[in-house]
């Protein structure tokens, strides 16, 4: 891989790092539910390029959240450390075990074609 292929998939990671986290800011209390009403008496079914962007960016932000989910413990939690400014302790050099999960992110993120 060349320097500029490594950097275009660190941005990439980093793209999709930077939507989970806005998705998990909006869930806000956690239940996963949405802060605002839908609105949608009285409208027809159609959907503006906005609506169909944040659909896209919550559907990858679950994927991203899937993935991370299943890595190793110590893995998920530097990245949540990282990422959600989270304060979990645990054995370990906590950069190695980053770059470790943000490695595997990346691969799954290739796997489930999300890239």
Not at 27 to 42: E, H, M, T, V
Request: proline share 1%.
């Amino acid at each position: 891989m060349t320097s500029a292929q490594a950097k275009e998939a660190e941005d990439r990671v980093d793209h999709h790092l930077r939507n989970w986290v806005s998705w998990h800011r909006r869930r806000g209390n956690g239940l996963g539910y949405s802060s605002r009403a839908s609105g949608g008496i009285g409208l027809s079914g159609s959907t503006d390029f906005d609506a169909m962007c944040a659909n896209s960016d919550n559907t990858l932000a679950m994927a991203v959240d899937t993935i991370i989910d299943d890595l190793p413990q110590r893995e998920r939690l530097a990245i949540y450390n990282e990422w959600l400014g989270t304060v979990f302790r645990f054995c370990g050099d906590a950069a190695s075990l980053y770059l470790a999960g943000v490695d595997k992110l990346a691969r799954g993120l290739r796997a489930k074609g999300i890239w």
